[in-house]
């Protein structure tokens, strides 16, 4: 199985500044046709995980576009322009390329 | 809108069965491949098992490959999962989720909480 490690774990943030989460694969996730199937998702206290970023950098439809994806091969990150008190919650890497496989979280917090 | 609804969880004992069931509603159903993750609570996601659109292709996590079975009534909008043999470590909120086109899960439910204890 590809393994997915996230750093860090915890991120405390102050509302307006940016964040940036690390993640990263055992192998490449970049396949023939030019697409990293590497999705991030975040799951709100209490929710269901919502898909925020698929095939590395891609927005899903209604995510706001202070989210951003980025990287290729076993390097990717996610950036929040400027954290709102909404975005509180875990967020998980996940890798498509083979059977799914999830990083173990990133728990964001407002300090 | 899209909609999905897991229903089926419960208290089971070791080696018992249970079968989940979700109902999908707010889009076209037998064009989209299914899967089921799922979570400890207050731990993280695991995938367990995903279905083509038209059922005839499936797969399954190591951890629950021959004991759990995906299926999917497309005339019914409604996608399960019948767990055997289970394990006080299949305890989990089970989701069903829709892909979106690249094995990548989109919508998911608000899940159904399975746990397996004597």
């Known amino acids: 199985d590809i393994v997915m490690t996230q750093s860090p774990l915890s991120l405390p943030v102050t509302p307006g500044e940016p964040a940036s989460i690390s993640c990263r694969s055992s192998?490449?996730?970049?396949?023939?046709?030019?697409?990293?199937?590497l999705a991030w998702y975040l799951q709100k206290p209490g929710q269901s995980p919502q898909l925020l970023i698929y095939l590395g950098s891609k927005r899903a439809s209604g995510v706001p576009d202070r989210f951003s994806g980025s990287g290729s091969g076993t390097d990717f990150t996610l950036k929040i322009g400027r954290v709102e008190a909404e975005d509180v919650g875990v967020y998980y890497c996940m890798q498509a390329l083979q059977t799914a496989t999830f990083g173990q979280g990133t728990r964001l917090e407002i300090k | 809108e899209v909609q999905l609804g897991e229903s089926g969880g419960g208290l089971v004992q070791p080696g018992g069965s249970l079968r989940l069931s979700c109902a999908a509603s707010?889009?076209?159903?037998?064009?989209?491949?299914m899967h089921w993750v799922r979570q400890v609570p207050g731990k993280g996601l695991v995938w367990v098992s995903r279905i083509s659109s038209d059922g005839s292709t499936t797969g399954y996590a190591d951890s629950v490959r021959g004991r759990f079975t995906i299926s999917r009534d497309n005339a019914k909008n409604t996608v399960f999962l019948q767990m055997n043999s289970l394990r006080a470590e299949d305890t989990a909120v089970y989701f069903c989720?829709?892909?979106?086109?690249?094995?990548?899960?989109?919508?998911w439910g608000q899940g159904t909480l399975v746990t397996v204890s004597s």
């Open positions: 707010g889009f076209t159903f037998s064009t989209y491949w």
């Open positions: 989720a829709r892909d979106a086109g690249d094995y990548t899960p989109d919508f």
């Open positions: 192998q490449s996730l970049l396949r023939s046709n030019g697409y990293n199937y």
